[in-house]
């Protein structure tokens, strides 16, 4: 439930200079609409991604427009309410992955979803966040996962591995760190993702290791949550984790964590790579430290929004399908900057996940309608959702698909 603010002022929300020349620069055409996963699936005008700006669109004329400004003088201002709040916390929460489509398809160039992120921001600030977003932020900061799971148990799955060495992959100094990330940690489906990845890079020679209990949430589901302040107690001990191995690359199969360490880590990790999985399995096939063998089947690759559009990320995932023999790629239309979105980014799965099954299953369709036997992908969040929706159409990471090729895992 919202706070109520109806005798407040109106939210203390910085609208600086950029902010105010992208808001200024919209002209209302609903472009942006038809690029919008949600609405070409609710259909409904208030989860177009025009719509869901307005909350800070009014903010901006109340505060820095001269009817707003005279209106606040004679004490008119037309003030926000606990049902205004709570409607915007529907469109932007329940009903937006943060994919960011909508930026693409804007003619006037606005950052449709960085502005996206504000809102979320004010929405927090001023009490607003979905209830199960509140509980998600409790689990993080008891046991520094979006589940809830006892901490001890992140590396629980490397326990349960035939294949695992002795030391588990706890190594005390290592020149690459394996972040495994809340979900690949223990969503059953995807730890099968860390698992052949750490065989890959065993079998490659890599020097590497995982943090284990020491890693932490990386702090991305609290930021789309609009509560960046409270994981900058994370950021510093997973920064601190890296540093202490002595590391110079972190390797990430979670496209989300990536992204979250790029923008809110790299500052304290300067020279410090930040890879994603495909990019070091490029590299590490390049150098012929990974040997593939024939994989008869048709793939299509389902671009992840944070990989790809957001992470800019497109071609190594490709490359790496494409090494592989007798693999063949069959693209969807939709893709790279234009890429589907598997609905269930931007914490929107925590607050409605009837939404990001309706996303999905469109957006499955359209990859199944490519005719591929096989659907690839490159991030656990997007693999978990798609499958669901796949109605047992086979679905891998491509950690997974070179594990296979490479006879580390089996088919
Ligand atoms: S496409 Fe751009 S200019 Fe048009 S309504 Fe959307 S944000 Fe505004
Ligand atoms: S970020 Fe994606 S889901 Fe959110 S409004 Fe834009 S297009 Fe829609």
Redesign the pocket.
Known sequence: MATDIKNTTLPKIPIGGWVAAQLEACVRCGI?AG?????AVLGTPQ???VW?LELLQRLYRQRHSLVGRIAAALGLEKRLTAADLAAWQEYNFA?????????M?CPMGIA??QL?HQVRDILAEQGAAPENLLKMKASVQAEKNVFGYPAYERAGWVEYMDAAPPDLYMRSQAEIVYFVGCVTSFAPRTQRIAEAFVQLLEAAGVNFTLLGEGEACCGFPLRSAGMLAEAQALIQANAAAVQAAGARTVVFTCPACRLMWLEEYARLLPGVRLLHASELLEELIAEGRIQLQPVAHSFTYHDP?DLARTGGVYDPPRRVLQAIPELRLVEVSERRENGL?CGGG?DVEMVAPHNVRAVAQQTVGKLKATGAERLATACPQCLRVLEQAGGGWPALDIVEIVARSAGVVDE
């Open positions: 942006c690029a919008c996963p949600f609405y989860v177009s991604p869901k009903a937006c992955s943060t994919c960011n489509r909508c930026s398809a449709v979803g996206l929004c979105c931007g």
